[in-house]
């Protein structure tokens, strides 16, 4: 990696890694961080797999600063919990447990498949299309 790419993947690492800064797009990383005048010149030094890389790293290292932040937030949330908040609970829940699942089956008659000819198929798959054209305002091709 050439020094310029280095100088300026650090500079970028520690700026987007500092929790008291604002993520920004890689526009105003350009500019803001390595001080291009337009915000494209950054794609001269890196590939956007290169900055995908830059930020996954960044994002990393800033939930790891925040931690204790964090830990405090869920403390508070424990807190109001326990004392009968039922939003607080499922929040807290939520985020240590993971969001409870909600499968939905659709099947046919015993559960077996649903059964439907191609006739059936094409004329269900048309409306959908059809009200999807209303929706988005379009008309419907002749």
Same mark, same amino acid.
């Given at each position: 990696? !050439?020094?310029?790419? &280095?100088?300026?993947?650090?500079? +970028? ?7 008291? &800064? ?5 526009? !105003? ?5 390595? !001080?291009?005048?337009?915000?494209? $010149?950054?794609? *001269?030094?890196? $590939? ?6 830059? =930020?996954? =790293? %960044? ?5 790891? *600063?925040?931690?204790? *932040? @964090? ?8 807190? $109001?919990?326990? !004392? ?6 499922? %929040?807290?829940?939520? @985020? ?8 939905? =089956?659709? $099947? ?12 059936? @198929?094409?004329?269900? +798959? %048309? ?7 209303? *929706?988005?305002?379009? =008309?419907?091709?002749?």
């Amino acid at each position: 990696m !050439g020094a310029v790419k &280095n100088k300026h993947k650090a500079k +970028l690492l520690g700026y987007l890694s500092d929790p008291d &800064n604002e993520w920004l797009a890689r526009a !105003g990383m350009a500019v803001t961080v390595c !001080g291009y005048k337009k915000g494209q $010149s950054i794609y *001269r030094v890196f $590939s956007p797999a290169e900055l995908d890389e830059i =930020e996954r =790293e %960044a994002l990393e290292l800033r939930k790891q *600063r925040t931690a204790g *932040r @964090r830990a405090k937030v869920y403390d508070a949330m424990y807190q $109001s919990a326990i !004392g009968g908040d039922v939003q607080a609970m499922k %929040a807290y829940l939520d @985020r240590t447990e993971g969001p409870v699942v909600k499968k939905t =089956e659709v $099947s046919g008659p015993d559960g077996g498949p649903i059964e439907m000819t191609d006739t059936e @198929r094409a004329a269900k +798959l %048309a409306a959908i299309l059809e009200k999807a054209r209303r *929706r988005a305002g379009l =008309e419907k091709e002749e």
